[in-house]
């Protein structure tokens, strides 16, 4: 691992910071790369605004790491194949909004797990529609010169990990693959959180990194906050030579600006 350590300004927005402070502050404290979701761009409304942004980033110091989108109201599941086209117009608007802020990757998610869906539909008609989606969505992606990660949550589809495979797998393009943030793992697969390293290997293109109580399924600690063995996961990230970007995520952790700090200094430490 030798990437420069990413952050992403909503932990400090999502509390009432400015944006301008916010990136004041991750720049102050030594991040190196910025993710930024989409919540942050009100306000940024055409391509030169978001061009300007950018260029603020890179004054700051820093550059642009990736698009977060995840959670998005045009993207909460798919409950028939008929509702592809609409996900995929979608997320290739968000492509272009990446594209005008320099960035180099698109983060969403794999959507929801639907209601009252059997196992035999999940890894059937829902997992060919999601290769169906990813596989048009990524096709404009690299048109575009993005990545698309998808970052699993503890009630998506992709907690299951042989589907997530799956997915990726017949998706099939190396700019196509999967955020492991070590919180949602603990929530979503208290006992397996490390060993899904191993599994997914290569196929992790980014990680954001966190404590956790296992519980609390989007309260992010920084490292030594929470009770999961942070040792094991990066020595799982070493096993598999991950190279992609690592970031700090404090998400919902009350004190952020002290969360950043430590979780700065954690991966520093882990990094040498």
Not at 8 to 37: K, Y
Request: glycine share 6%; aromatic share 8%.
């Amino acid at each position: 691992m030798n990437k420069p350590i990413v952050a992403n300004p909503i932990v400090l927005t999502r509390f009432g910071w400015p944006l301008e402070s916010a990136l004041d502050l991750l720049a102050e404290i030594g991040f190196a790369r910025i993710e930024l979701c989409r919540a942050d761009l009100d306000g940024w409304t055409t391509p030169q605004l978001r061009a300007q942004l950018a260029d603020h980033i890179a004054d700051l110091g820093m550059t642009m790491a990736g698009l977060n989108v995840p959670d998005a109201d045009d993207f909460q599941s798919i409950d028939s194949p008929s509702e592809v086209p609409a996900v995929v117009a979608s997320l290739k608007r968000d492509v272009d909004l990446a594209v005008d802020l320099r960035a180099d990757y698109l983060l969403t998610w794999e959507g929801r797990v639907p209601l009252a869906i059997t196992s035999a539909d999940r890894h059937g008609w829902l997992l060919d529609a999601t290769v169906d989606l990813f596989q048009q969505t990524i096709q404009h992606a690299e048109s575009r010169d993005i990545d698309v990660v998808v970052e699993v949550h503890p009630f998506t589809l992709g907690i299951d990990v042989d589907w997530l495979i799956k997915l990726i797998d017949r998706v099939n393009s190396n700019r196509f693959g999967v955020a492991y943030d070590s919180c949602h793992y603990a929530v979503g697969s208290p006992d397996n959180y490390v060993n899904v390293i191993d599994q997914l290997g290569p196929r992790i293109k980014a990680v954001h990194l966190s404590d956790s109580d296992t519980t609390s399924s989007e309260l992010h600690f920084p490292p030594g906050r929470g009770c999961l063995d942070m040792d094991a996961i990066v020595a799982a990230l070493r096993r598999i030579n991950f190279q992609g970007d690592l970031m700090v995520d404090t998400w919902l952790y009350p004190a952020p600006r002290r969360a950043l700090r430590e979780g700065f200094a954690y991966i520093q430490e882990a990094l040498s």
